[in-house]
């Protein structure tokens, strides 16, 4: 089996993310506001949406990885990194692995995915589930609990094609499917039909080991566990414009799975203290196993609704939640939300409603965010969605609510401003950080370092940074 690029990086192979009609009405009415189209005209504000629902469903062509530094430096860690993953493409003598840090965030460390490429589709299909198909094509191999169909004498060592079903409608244990699936590539199974489907247990373990993705990004599967972190470099971006300080205490309000709290213990050197919440339990147990593996004392994660986090009793001396008003030094809200900027996203099965459902439940965090944090202490406000409601609508909402807040520059500042619509200022546009790929989606250019290119191919992502005066 051989492969080569097929098409220049960011061109569309996959259609634009498949939303609920209501659901894409109302985010075309959301980057078609008025507001916008005064700025820069129907036409273009067309195109930027066209451009966001088809880059929503392709995966950013970079791999981000947070670096440990509290551990080791940055150049000893990409020298390991470099290391283990060229024993992955030793077998490849035309595959060579290219590491790069980036030159506003310390501690980064950027790889290019190889995509897409032109592979060829066999008569052999396995079909996975939407989710499983989104991290294939960041470069993950296929785990047994996310096959719904196989061929029915499909056993180990056969080679066949992965197809990932968009609308989740293929039924489990199924031997075909026609219905709306994309492919994602090819790979070798490892283990039998019957190991998937015919037993009484949860299938686990590798089941198809990816061999020709249509994005090749190295697996990191075991691959320096302590030292190399996977993380959106969004994600990556809001640690650094927090900036926790060594002996503060800091609230991580809506935690899991812990990528955030642990960075901002890294970025203190472990000293201090972060309190991590969140409301279901067994994302705990994540956050706390993500803070062994770092190597961090400083973490401390109880499973608390964020939302009663603020104690009525002034004279409460426990140290878990509820706690006191003004009881952090730095708050991060990293809320939950529509998750409409995550990539890739073939499709979205979500209503109206559930979008909507957000806006309200940020604010009631929002609220015991303010209450917990010290005066001139620091509240940073961030998501994964794309929304005016989730982002720019709820700082505006934010600065009329709360007269003690005002909006603070960021650093570094890496992506767009924020987006017209929700009646801020421009200056006050100009202090929020906005990630947006749509800008930049068909402006693809080869001879552009890959890390600029990396601050526009991202996931889309919201910041915003307060002081409480």
């Known amino acids: 089996m051989t492969e080569v690029l097929l098409f220049p990086q960011n061109m569309s192979i996959f259609p634009r993310i498949c939303l609920k009609p209501e659901v894409a009405e109302h985010l075309k009415s959301v980057f078609l506001n008025k507001e916008i189209l005064t700025a820069v005209g129907h036409q273009e504000a067309e195109h930027r949406f066209q451009n966001l629902l088809l880059c929503l469903s392709h995966p950013p062509l970079h791999t981000c990885v947070r670096a440990s530094t509290h551990l080791a430096p940055l150049e000893e860690i990409r020298s390991k990194l470099q290391e283990e993953l060229s024993e992955q493409t030793s077998s490849d003598s035309s595959a060579s692995v290219q590491i790069l840090s980036h030159p506003q965030v310390p501690d980064v460390l950027l790889l290019p995915v190889d995509g897409p490429r032109r592979v060829e589709q066999l008569s052999s299909e396995v079909v996975v589930g939407a989710q499983c198909g989104n991290a294939v094509l960041r470069g993950a191999h296929v785990f047994a609990p996310g096959i719904v169909a196989s061929p029915k004498y499909m056993k180990v060592g056969d080679v066949v094609s992965v197809f990932s079903d968009l609308e989740g409608r293929c039924t489990r244990g199924a031997l075909s499917f026609q219905g709306n699936k994309v492919f994602v590539g090819n790979g070798v199974a490892e283990m039998d039909r019957s190991s998937i489907f015919c037993t009484d247990e949860h299938p686990?373990?590798?089941?198809?080991?990816m061999v020709e993705p249509l994005y090749r990004s190295p697996s990191f599967d075991g691959v320096l566990p302590s030292l190399a972190f996977l993380q959106n470099f969004p994600s990556v971006v809001v640690g650094h414009v927090l900036g926790p300080r060594p002996g503060e205490r800091i609230l991580d309000m809506c935690a899991a799975p812990g990528g955030k709290t642990c960075h901002i213990a890294a970025l203190m050197g472990d000293q201090g203290e972060v309190v991590a919440l969140d409301r279901i339990r067994n994302k705990i147990a994540r956050i706390r196993q993500n803070a062994e593996t770092l190597q961090l004392q400083s973490i401390k994660a109880y499973c608390f609704n964020g939302i009663q986090a603020v104690s009525s009793d002034l004279t409460q001396q426990t140290?878990?939640?509820?706690?006191?008003?003004?009881?952090?030094?730095?708050?991060?809200?990293?809320?939950?939300?529509?998750?409409?900027?995550?990539?890739?996203?073939?499709?979205?099965?979500?209503?109206?409603?559930?979008?909507?459902?957000?806006?309200?439940?940020?604010r009631k965090l929002f609220h015991a965010a303010?209450?917990?944090?010290?005066?001139?202490?620091?509240?940073?406000?961030?998501?994964?969605?794309?929304?005016?409601?989730?982002?720019?609508?709820?700082?505006?909402?934010?600065?009329?609510?709360?007269?003690?807040?005002t909006l603070q520059q960021q650093e570094p500042h890496i992506g767009a401003e924020g987006m017209l619509g929700a009646g801020l200022s421009r200056e006050q546009l100009r202090l929020l950080q906005r990630f947006s790929p749509e800008l930049s989606w068909d402006q693809a250019d080869a001879s552009i370092p890959l890390q600029c290119r990396a601050d526009r191919d991202t996931i889309g992502f919201f910041i915003a940074k307060f002081l409480k005066s």
Do not use: H
Not at 327 to 340: H, I, M, T
Not at 397 to 402: E, G, M, P, V, Y
């Open 204 to 209: 686990r373990g590798l089941g198809v080991r």
């Open 319 to 362: 140290q878990g939640p509820p706690f006191p008003p003004e009881s952090f030094d730095r708050v991060l809200l990293d809320a939950p939300c529509s998750g409409l900027g995550q990539r890739p996203t073939m499709a979205s099965t979500w209503s109206l409603k559930e979008i909507c459902s957000y806006p309200p439940l940020q």
């Open 370 to 405: 303010v209450r917990l944090l010290k005066k001139g202490g620091v509240l940073v406000y961030s998501t994964c969605t794309v929304t005016l409601a989730e982002n720019e609508e709820q700082v505006a909402w934010a600065l009329s609510s709360f007269p003690c807040l």
